[in-house]
């Protein structure tokens, strides 16, 4: 009962930093390829410094697991890629709507990894949330930035569920930190190549915007979304992290004048009805489990 309550309260917690990180899409004149590149960097560092100060091993268990880490590393750093360019090709507010079809990606993708059919609820709930987002989107046009950015937040969502369900499925054996950590690494090598020349042409404000998005906006809030894959399904996790749809909105609201409709207003509010009844449903789920 304590590990699920401390999954839950991991993936909230992250879920709220994550509608904050939206911004920095818009507030760092970078390319996404190259605040990928140097969020991980700094990313890599924190963690690995943290971890030689608790004194564990940075190594994996086997050249299995290296090779897993390296296609987790492929999947999330595709996934930031894709996902910052949906918010500055479009707005913070759509990027953030079209990524969080993820939910509805895991509960179909998830059950072939485990073996198991959908659950009823969990449909519903999937549904729910995928007609909250459609009512958030005002007009679906190929040629207009608005559909541009449904169409990367819609692929950086496929990447996302696929990390996320490959991570719960084999490599919730280790910490969330060495996850990050070999996670990161590999989308330094990934991007180096295509962004490394970057490096000298940032400024000083860009410097500290990179390095509060790196430690602060992404060291904590995966390595905490990471723990929660621990103990919680990853559709359990999807569902809840909706939230971030709510916060992404409000967020862009206060700092960058992006102001919701009505439309957004009443998507948000089917989104946090469907995240808050998954996560009452597992959490009844799991008393009912403990008592039997």
């Known amino acids: ?3 699920h309550r401390e999954g839950l309260l991991s993936v909230h917690a992250s879920v709220l930093i994550f509608g904050l990180t939206a911004l920095f899409s818009k507030l760092i004149a970078l390319n996404a390829i190259e605040i990928t590149l140097v969020r991980s960097v700094f990313a890599a560092l924190t963690i690995a410094l943290y971890i030689l100060f608790l004194k564990e091993s940075l190594l994996l268990n086997s050249k299995r697991d290296y090779l897993i880490a ?7 750093g595709t996934h930031w890629v894709t996902y910052f360019h949906a918010m500055q090709v479009s707005s913070v507010s759509i990027g ?5 079809t993820y939910p509805v990606i895991t509960v179909f993708l998830e059950p072939f990894f485990h073996g198991e059919k959908p659950h009823l609820k ?12 459609y009512l958030l989107v005002p007009e679906f046009s190929i040629n207009n930035q608005t559909a541009q950015g449904v169409f990367w937040g819609v692929l950086s969502a496929f990447l ?5 369900i490959i991570h719960g499925r084999y490599f919730k054996q280790y910490p969330a930190r060495h996850a990050l950590l070999y996670q990161t690494l590999f989308i330094i090598a990934l991007l180096l190549p295509f962004s490394g020349q970057v490096v000298i042409e940032i400024d ?4 500290l915007q990179l390095i509060l998005l790196g430690i602060f906006f992404t060291a904590l809030p995966h390595t905490l979304f990471a723990n929660s894959l621990l103990h919680l399904k990853a559709k359990t996790v999807g ?3 909706c939230l971030q749809v709510l916060y992404g909105t409000v967020f862009a609201a206060i700092f960058l004048a992006e102001l919701p409709g009505w439309e957004t207003i009443a998507g948000g509010i089917i989104v946090i009805c469907a995240a808050a009844y998954e996560t009452i449903s597992t959490v009844k789920q799991k008393n ?3 008592i039997e």
Request: net charge positive.
């Open 96 to 100: 953030i709507i079209a990524l969080y």
């Open 160 to 164: 996302f569920a696929m990390r996320n």
């Open 70 to 76: 390296m296609i987790l590393g492929l999947f999330l």
């Open 122 to 133: 969990d449909i519903i709930s999937a549904l729910a949330i995928l007609f909250g987002i």
């Open 239 to 241: 569902l809840i992290g």
């Open 204 to 207: 000083s404000k860009q410097w």
């Open 1 to 3: 009962m304590m590990s």
């Open 288 to 290: 009912k489990l403990n």
